[in-house]
């Protein structure tokens, strides 16, 4: 790639999930936004209405089909979207469709743009992305942070051969149509390789952290006070208490080592299981354990701050060995030691920066081992921190992302505009 040219260039953004919306998804578009932003371009984010995780659109936003506004001085139009629970399938397919066919009239309220970029999951995005990209004759840029369908087949979100099929086609043609492809991790770039995509059209943007939005920081008195926290070793969880999370293995592991009453656990957030881990939680009669909801972003470094260890688990899916979930980058930034139960590519991570201990997923006795361990060995805990820190600092901070993520949109505009100069070819 070649270097980036100076001119400013105007950015479309195709993503599903954007602030006030919490998440990895929504963090990680926003933030790469916000730097392109600071840095003179012009962005604009086609998103829907807020309703992540709850599935609950608010009453100022319900009924609209439409609405836009100025968000950190980027353009955003919301679009409808069909909110639910999303418990089955259908449900599911409705909310992703929904917002595929709303973005791309959103889109055509978006005037100039040079390029898009498409963030998936969920692969209807790229294909919103593809559309508009293919309406205004601009390049199309998709951005893959997850395998997709491969992952939704995994955790039993996508069924029937019909539906499947057309998803592994749809995915096939979108990698093809597309100008590039942004990747999150290496093992990405493998899987794209073996489905025949050249590797000359893919860019690694891994997945980060705002270093200095997530940092170590004091404990928060009042929020030790509120939760019954107070002189307690906290192991905390805080995200999405969904189906890929595997979080059933955190309740059995606080059944394991319920004796040791001054260890308890925080679950910060909402998802689709939620319910049933309260209903199970009640039913072992586990007192050990604190459910906190979801907090914005700017509260969740704060929660991290009274936790003396974090977890970061997935399920034991074979597709996960190749991803890297971004609580471990915050986790790491925050200087918190953290107990890992995902193999692969996060394994590689957290074991390069000696940040913490790899369980086996779905594993509660080794959870309940590591948990045990840093407990009794309090000088891991200050050794695991700061060297995570160092770690997260030096390879994994959203800004080096965003001169990645400003680089190449700069390179595919120039180069656009060079095929279509008069005499080129």
Not at 311 to 319: A, D, I, R
Not at 406 to 412: H, P, Q
Request: proline share 5%; hydrophobic share 40%; aromatic share 10%.
């Amino acid at each position: 790639m070649k270097p980036k040219s100076d001119k400013k260039i105007h950015v479309l953004f195709i993503s599903q999930h954007f602030p006030p919306e919490i998440g990895a998804a929504a963090t990680r578009i926003s933030e790469l936004a916000f730097a392109l932003r600071r840095r003179g371009h012009r962005v604009s984010v086609v998103t829907e209405f807020p309703n992540y995780p709850e599935g609950i659109i608010q009453d100022h936003h319900r009924g609209k089909l439409f609405l836009k506004e100025k968000y950190n001085d980027i353009e955003i139009v919301r679009t409808f979207v069909y909110a639910s629970e999303r418990g089955t399938i259908l449900q599911r397919m409705l909310f992703y469709l929904s917002f595929m066919f709303s973005s791309i009239f959103g889109g055509l309220l978006v005037k100039d743009y040079d390029l898009v970029l498409a963030t998936s999951p969920p692969l209807f995005v790229a294909l919103s992305g593809y559309v508009l990209s293919v309406f205004r004759r601009r390049p199309f840029i998709f951005e893959v942070r997850d395998i997709w369908p491969e992952s939704a087949k995994s955790l039993d979100q996508l069924r029937g051969r019909l539906f499947i099929w057309i998803a592994e086609k749809l995915e096939r043609f979108l990698y093809h149509r597309a100008d590039r492809i942004i990747v999150v991790t290496p093992g990405f770039i493998r899987d794209l390789l073996n489905k025949g995509i050249p590797r000359d059209k893919i860019t690694l943007i891994s997945n980060g952290v705002d270093v200095d939005f997530f940092k170590p920081r004091p404990a928060v008195a009042s929020l030790a006070g509120k939760y019954g926290l107070k002189d307690k070793f906290v192991v905390s969880y805080a995200g999405n208490l969904g189906l890929a999370q595997g979080i059933e293995t955190i309740i059995e592991c606080a059944d394991l080592i319920q004796d040791q009453s001054d260890i308890v656990f925080l679950l910060v957030g909402d998802g689709v299981v939620k319910k049933k881990i309260v209903a199970g939680v009640d039913g072992r009669g586990l007192n050990n354990v604190v459910f906190v909801e979801s907090q914005p972003k700017s509260e969740i470094s704060t929660f991290l701050s009274t936790s003396k260890v974090c977890l970061v688990p997935l399920k034991k899916t074979e597709l996960f060995r190749i991803t890297v979930p971004s609580k471990l980058y915050e986790s790491m930034a925050c200087g918190k030691p953290v107990i890992l139960s995902v193999d692969g590519e996060a394994r590689r991570i957290l074991e390069q920066a000696r940040a913490g201990i790899f369980v086996e997923p779905e594993n509660a006795r080794e959870m309940a081992r590591a948990i045990l361990t840093m407990y009794r060995h309090p000088e891991l805990l200050a050794e695991y921190g700061r060297n995570g820190r160092r770690y997260v600092v030096d390879h994994f901070s959203r800004e080096q992302q965003a001169d990645l993520l400003e680089s190449l949109l700069s390179w595919v505009s120039a180069s656009v505009a060079s095929e279509d100069a008069p005499g080129t070819g």
